[in-house]
């Protein structure tokens, strides 16, 4: 069953609250939809979106990436060879891991529609619920202790909250949450990169004196200040996450020689894919690392991708894939808090005419 042709298009996605981070503030977005055509009528979706501070890409590079480089690479290949066509497609050019990601993922879900089955199949996974914490947005203590508290009453039990300085200000911020939600709502902080390593463990010191228990403490420095990274794990009594600064397996494997985290955050739009995940995957586990499965800032279409994948590799743990949730109307991830449902039904049996 060759592969046809490849298409983009775009969508709107509207947020139902603006999402609040020490790099950026986003209140509606596209995302780039990806559709692959084999013969017989198979197609496979995914979409992806652009965000350039983390990985360098727009959707006008992703579309571009897609269109003119890697759909040219997997036109005429056979989906019985998806593995070898996608290792192809990444080896097509440096970077544009959000292209490629668009491309692996929607292959995927070509390979899936043509073996009339779903993609937790084609990946070996048996789908269920994937438990998920919520972010809440960069704000004052006060708006953030509320907007906390409006989301455990919706019932999620981990909040991750946004932090991005200065020091004493971020330590109120998360005292001030603590003191609003129930003792076990576990509460974690991303600082997107803001802090130094020295302003980092001030903040987890603050904490410790305060009495403040934190789950981890993720990218608290820029992505590539490795040694700063390091210098945090090796002093914090809390788990360190790597997330700007774990991209692809080569980033991990650097990251677990450094000893500069204790879990790695992965996300497609990262690493290029579920194929590269799953490299990823063996890199860091090989390496002694957690995983977390987290999201960009996307539609529900990749979230569920993305929790298929933790379906299989990490099923008891709380995830990072709550994007879907801040998108007003989403169907292939469905939110019931705390937990995300996946639309992962085999599609209607192609036409093999
Ligand atoms: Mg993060």
């Known amino acids: 069953m060759r592969i046809t042709s490849v298409e983009t298009g775009r ?21 780039v939809t990806v559709r692959v055509l084999a013969e017989g009528g198979v197609t496979g979706c995914s979409e992806v979106v652009g965000t350039a501070r983390i990985t ?101 039990g981990t909040l991750k909250l946004k932090v991005g300085g200065p020091v004493a200000l971020d330590i109120e911020r998360v005292q001030t949450v603590a003191g609003a939600v129930p003792g076990n709502v576990a509460l974690r902080i991303d600082a997107n990169q803001a802090w130094t390593a020295r302003q980092a463990l001030q903040v987890i010191d603050g904490l410790v004196l305060a009495g403040v228990a934190v789950e981890f403490i993720e990218q608290p420095v820029p ?3 490795l040694a700063g990274l390091a210098a945090v794990t090796a002093r914090s009594p809390v788990p360190v996450v790597a997330d700007e600064s774990a991209h692809t397996a080569a980033d991990v494997r650097r990251l677990a020689d450094a000893g500069a985290c204790d879990v790695v955050n992965i996300k497609l739009a990262k690493c290029g ?29 990749g979230v569920a991708a993305t929790a298929v994948l933790a379906s299989r590799f990490a099923p008891d743990q709380v995830h990072d894939l709550d994007a879907g949730w801040w998108a007003e109307t989403e169907s292939a991830a469905i939110y019931r808090p705390p937990f995300v449902l996946c639309d992962d039904k085999p599609p209607d049996a192609p036409s093999m005419q």
């Open 11 to 31: 969508r709107p996605v509207h947020l139902r609250l603006p999402f609040r981070t020490a790099l950026r503030e986003v209140k509606d977005f596209e995302v």
């Open 223 to 225: 992505a590539a200040d």
């Open 273 to 301: 894919g579920l194929q590269a995940a799953t490299e990823v995957v063996a890199v860091a586990r090989a390496c002694g690392l957690g995983l977390l499965f987290g999201s960009m800032l996307e539609s529900g279409s």
């Open 56 to 156: 360098g890409e727009t959707n006008a590079s992703i579309e571009e990436a897609v269109n003119a480089v890697l759909a040219p690479v997997l036109i005429g290949r056979d989906l019985g060879d998806y593995c070898v066509a996608l290792a192809d497609t990444a080896l097509a050019m440096v970077g544009n891991s959000t292209a490629k990601c668009g491309i692996d993922v929607a292959v995927h879900r070509a390979v899936a529609a043509w073996r009339g089955t779903a993609l937790s199949e084609v990946l070996g996974a048996t789908l269920r619920p994937i438990a998920t914490d919520v972010t809440v947005s960069l704000a004052t203590p006060s708006d953030m202790a509320a907007e906390a508290s409006r989301r455990v009453d919706e019932g999620f």
